[in-house]
């Protein structure tokens, strides 16, 4: 199986795993605030959805994240 992590010269990733964190939250914080709007204008609908996607990414960043840690 091929190793398809990005690794820089001296073998060290390239991102640690508390930079993937840092992602995860970021895209968490930045898309609740995005849902929160969403709320206040009365799109329920779209802010559930939004919220989905939200986790979503967040869950697939840490995902990437735990190749780190095998």
Known sequence: ???TKIRQEDGS???SY???LFVALTIGF???IFCISL???NKVKQAQIFLF???GMMAFW???ATG???
Do not use: D, P, R, S
Request: glycine share 4%; proline share 0%; net charge positive.
């Open 39 to 41: 709320y206040q204008m």
């Open 68 to 70: 780190y840690l095998l």
């Open 53 to 55: 996607l939200t986790i």
């Open 30 to 32: 930045i898309g609740t």
């Open 18 to 20: 508390q930079a993937h």
């Open 13 to 15: 990733n390239l991102m």
């Open 1 to 3: 199986m091929k190793n």
């Open 62 to 64: 840490m995902f990437v």
